[in-house]
């Protein structure tokens, strides 16, 4: 009886893990595909900022945004997040002064700082 539970919890194991590899690799695959066409504007979602300065998660997406502002994907980047109780930057205008130091016409730029979630933001 032993045995067979353990082969079973073998089985389930070796399973297991051929599906959370074949699920790893789909998700790096996708992750690394380029699908840019054309649109009417680019969506950066709100990261942290400290003290109106951008995060590193929210920095790595103001630069893909401007990078694919650069190459005509959009005319305007449209920036969203809003602030905790003892901010005094929202993460919009922390990503609108970054952007605006990179040279993006302040007219291409569209702020959203209302709404306390990702959700609530769209």
Request: charged letters at 20%; aromatic letters at 10%.
């Amino acid at each position: 009886m032993l045995r067979w539970v353990r082969r079973f919890v073998a089985l389930f194991l070796s399973v297991l893990f051929v599906y959370l590899g074949i699920t790893a690799s789909q998700v790096y695959v996708a992750s690394r595909a380029d699908q840019r066409a054309p649109t009417d504007a680019i969506l950066v979602l709100g990261a942290a900022q400290y003290d109106g300065k951008p995060s590193p998660a929210l920095q790595r997406r103001l630069e893909h945004a401007l990078a694919l502002y650069q190459s005509g994907v959009a005319p305007r980047i449209v920036l969203t997040g809003s602030k905790r109780p003892a901010d005094r930057f929202t993460e919009a205008y922390a990503g609108y002064k970054y952007l605006i130091q990179a040279g993006v016409p302040e007219q291409d730029l569209v702020l959203v700082d209302t709404g306390t979630s990702t959700w609530e933001s769209l």
